[in-house]
C-alpha cells in the first residue's frame, strides 16, 4: 500500500491570501488524482496528473505533479469562502488516500 | 453528469442488528468501491469490484460483506453491527479505462 502525507493537516486563512497544500510519497505515483470534500457530502474529483513536471490550471487552481513522480502541490490564488474543505489527493486508482488538507477560509 | 446515489444519508441501528448500505450508479461504471471515513483516519477502503460478482478485498474488510449482482448496484452489508463501525460510508465508481473515481454524498452511520 502506497502511503501519502498530506500537509499541513489544518490550514485557516483570511479571504484573498494565497495557500499552498502538499501531497507527498516515498514511492512513485503512477498517477495522482486531487479532491474536494465540503461537509457532509462526499469527495469531487478535481484533477488527475499523470506526467511527471506537468501544471494544471482548474481556475484559481494550480495543480503541479512533482518531476519524479513522487509529491504533489495545489496551489489556490486569492482564495474564497467557496474553498472551505477537505482537499485529498489520492494514488493510481484511487486506492490509497491521503488523510487530506482542511482548509478554512474566513471572509 | 455521473451520478451516484446511496440508500440513506443517514441511519441509526442498534448493536447485533443485519445493515445493508445501498449505492447505485447510472454511468455504466466497471468499478464500484466503499469506503468509511473517519476523523484523524482518512478514507479506509473497504471493498472494491471490478465486475458483476466480482470482489476484492480492501485494508479494512473485516466484519463487512458486499455484493454486486448488477453492473450498478453495490451493497455493502454489516452482518452483525458494532458500535466501532459508527462512521461515514462513501461509495464510489468509476470505469476501468481511469483512475477518476465518482463518490455518493454518503450515509452517516450510528450504531448504538
Known amino acids: 500500500t502506497q502511503l501519502l502525507e498530506q500537509s499541513p493537516q489544518f490550514l485557516s486563512i483570511q479571504e484573498g491570501e494565497n495557500l499552498t497544500v502538499y501531497c507527498n510519497s516515498s514511492s512513485v505515483f503512477s498517477s495522482l488524482q486531487w479532491y474536494r470534500q465540503e461537509p457532509g457530502e462526499g469527495p469531487v474529483l478535481l484533477v488527475t496528473?499523470?506526467?511527471?513536471?506537468e501544471v494544471k490550471k482548474l481556475k484559481r487552481l494550480t495543480f503541479q505533479f512533482g518531476d519524479a513522480r513522487k509529491d504533489s502541490s495545489l496551489h489556490i490564488t486569492a482564495a474564497q469562502p467557496g474553498d472551505t474543505g477537505l482537499y485529498l489527493c489520492a494514488s493510481r486508482y484511487a486506492l490509497n488516500f491521503g488523510k487530506g488538507t482542511s482548509l478554512l477560509v474566513t471572509p | 453528469d455521473v451520478k451516484v446515489t446511496q440508500s440513506s444519508r443517514y441511519l441509526v441501528k442498534r448493536t447485533g442488528e443485519k445493515v445493508f448500505l445501498e449505492c447505485v450508479q447510472d454511468m455504466d461504471h466497471e468499478n464500484m468501491f466503499w469506503y468509511r471515513q473517519d476523523p484523524g483516519l482518512g478514507l479506509r477502503l473497504i471493498y472494491f469490484?471490478?465486475?458483476?460478482?466480482?470482489?476484492e478485498k480492501g485494508d479494512i474488510p473485516e466484519g463487512y460483506s458486499v455484493s454486486r449482482e448488477k453492473k450498478e448496484r453495490f451493497s455493502l452489508i454489516l452482518e452483525s453491527a458494532s458500535t466501532n463501525q459508527t462512521s461515514m460510508y462513501l461509495c464510489?465508481?468509476?470505469?476501468?479505462?481511469?483512475?477518476?473515481?465518482?463518490f455518493g454524498p454518503g450515509t452517516r452511520l450510528t450504531v448504538t
Open positions: 469490484s471490478y465486475d458483476v460478482k466480482m470482489k
Open positions: 464510489a465508481s468509476g470505469l476501468a479505462s481511469s483512475y477518476e473515481q465518482y
Open positions: 496528473v499523470v506526467t511527471g513536471g
